[in-house]
């Protein structure tokens, strides 16, 4: 057997936590003249707490991607980060979002490499053909640079809310020295890493060329990723949007160490590494475009190669300022997302119902909701983030919720009927317009 889907599991049900029932009385109120984004938000902003949840005996907290049953550590940061501005006074809250830092730290000691875990060591995986060196506790072992960084981003913002630095005990500095070494290997990744993955399931997108290696790359101080945020193979393996999400996370992790660990020489460490992916991004990541100027590229292999597209997927080149690594009003951001909303830019599709950007994950002419939502999130006007919302109300093709790919035709038509992370996502898009009254 080579794929291996498991049907829907059940989730023991949890009570709502009483800041996120605060939330959805107080979008009663201010949606209310709203009555189908209403009831939108009211399905997707619980829907992680509702259906993809497990506090575990130890302390932890499992949370699944959705239709599959497995933590995927990118997607269950994001199917909780729209909480974390809610936790400081709810200690349910804290337990939820502090359990799943727990569980990211430790999946990332058994295996740093892999993308997404089982809730047990059940020996379940995506793939039981895979060529990798797999355990029993993961499910996929596809090297996302993206992953661990999104494990930091949680634990840096539930600390910087709260306050709480419970999280931060001896196995946190642990893990924050594996990312480290890992990190620093993958610079180098054809001299010193020991990571192969092939996938023989005749989908060139799920595995990785030259026996597991990957393509050519030149050192440039980025780090190597074998898999996009979608899943899919990179093209050239320096993803920038990945190492702009890198720069960040070291930032973070500097914090950390400075503040909570009182570790001068690792925060000195961590600063190297920095400036070096930095540098790196700055030097070979940025591309000459003859319509729209300097552009970031979403891959380039230091070789003088770019793959010049944007995908779906956060992280993206759309989602540079939600990672932080600069803002919105940044001149060579406003380039690239006017080159990513482009018809030059592979991926984008416009249609009947819509337009957006896709995903060379799904057919061709769909359109992603987290997409729409995160170009909602990171849009300067107020009539741009207000436009991206009526679209996402107007292509739930019926279902109350958000899904991956829609086609830019017929919304009804799409890919991924329960899918948390986009339900997340467009309610974080609907709960930040409504703090600023634009609704």
């Known amino acids: 057997m080579e794929q291996f889907r498991l049907p829907k599991i059940p989730m023991p049900e949890l009570t709502l936590p009483q800041a996120v029932q605060d939330v959805l009385k107080e979008a009663e109120q201010k949606l209310a003249h709203r009555p189908k984004l209403l009831q939108l938000f009211k399905n997707c902003f619980p829907n992680t707490l509702e259906t993809t949840t497990k506090l575990m005996d130890d302390g932890t907290t499992f949370v699944i991607t959705g239709d599959i049953p497995a933590m995927w550590l990118r997607d269950s940061v994001e199917q909780v980060i729209h909480y974390v501005p809610f936790t400081k006074e709810d200690k349910d809250l804290q337990r939820i979002i502090g359990g799943l830092i727990k569980r990211h730290m430790m999946s990332i000691q058994i295996d740093p490499y892999a993308n997404a875990f089982n809730e047990t060591a059940n020996d379940w995986h995506w793939n039981t053909t895979d060529e990798t060196e797999m355990s029993p506790w993961v499910w996929e072992r596809k090297f996302e640079l993206d992953s661990i960084c999104f494990s930091i981003r949680l634990a840096h913002a539930y600390w910087k809310e709260t306050e709480l630095t419970d999280i931060f005990d001896s196995g946190f500095k642990a893990t924050m020295r594996r990312i480290v070494e890992l990190w620093k290997t993958e610079q180098r990744h054809f001299e010193l890493s020991p990571y192969r993955f092939v996938r023989d399931n005749g989908i060139p997108t799920d595995s990785l060329r030259n026996s597991g290696l990957g393509m050519p790359v030149n050192y440039?101080?980025?780090?190597?990723?074998?898999?996009?945020?979608?899943?899919?193979?990179?093209?050239?393996h320096y993803n920038v949007p990945d190492n702009m999400f890198a720069v960040v996370a070291l930032r973070q992790m500097r914090e950390i160490a400075e503040w909570v660990f009182r570790d001068m020489d690792f925060v000195k460490e961590l600063k190297r590494l920095e400036d070096d992916v930095d540098h790196g991004i700055q030097l070979y990541g940025i591309y000459q475009h003859p319509e729209f100027g300097p552009i970031y590229a979403y891959e380039t292999d230091g070789f003088g190669n770019y793959c010049l597209m944007d995908d779906a997927g956060?992280?993206?080149?759309?989602?540079?300022?939600?990672?932080?690594?600069?803002?919105?009003?940044?001149?060579?951001?406003?380039?690239?997302?006017?080159?990513?909303?482009?018809?030059?830019?592979?991926?984008?599709?416009?249609?009947?119902?819509?337009?957006?950007?896709?995903?060379?994950?799904?057919?061709?002419?769909?359109?992603?909701?987290?997409?729409?939502?995160?170009?909602?999130i990171t849009a300067v006007s107020s009539e741009e983030k207000l436009a991206l919302i009526d679209m996402l109300e107007a292509t739930d093709?019926?279902?109350?919720?958000?899904?991956?790919?829609?086609?830019?035709?017929?919304?009804?038509?799409?890919?991924?009927?329960?899918?948390?992370?986009?339900?997340?996502?467009?309610?974080?898009?609907?709960?930040?317009?409504?703090?600023?009254?634009?609704?």
Request: charged share 15%; hydrophobic share 35%; net charge negative.
């Open 220 to 236: 440039t101080g980025m780090i190597w990723s074998g898999f996009r945020s979608s899943d899919d193979a990179c093209d050239f």
């Open 397 to 439: 093709g019926g279902t109350g919720y958000m899904h991956e790919g829609f086609h830019a035709d017929d919304p009804s038509v799409f890919t991924r009927k329960w899918f948390a992370w986009s339900n997340s996502l467009f309610a974080q898009l609907v709960y930040k317009a409504m703090k600023e009254d634009l609704l």
């Open 314 to 376: 956060t992280p993206g080149l759309m989602s540079i300022p939600y990672l932080g690594y600069t803002t919105a009003d940044d001149p060579i951001y406003q380039n690239t997302r006017k080159f990513a909303l482009s018809k030059l830019n592979p991926f984008y599709y416009e249609g009947t119902a819509a337009k957006g950007i896709g995903s060379p994950h799904t057919p061709p002419g769909y359109i992603w909701h987290m997409a729409l939502s995160m170009q909602g």
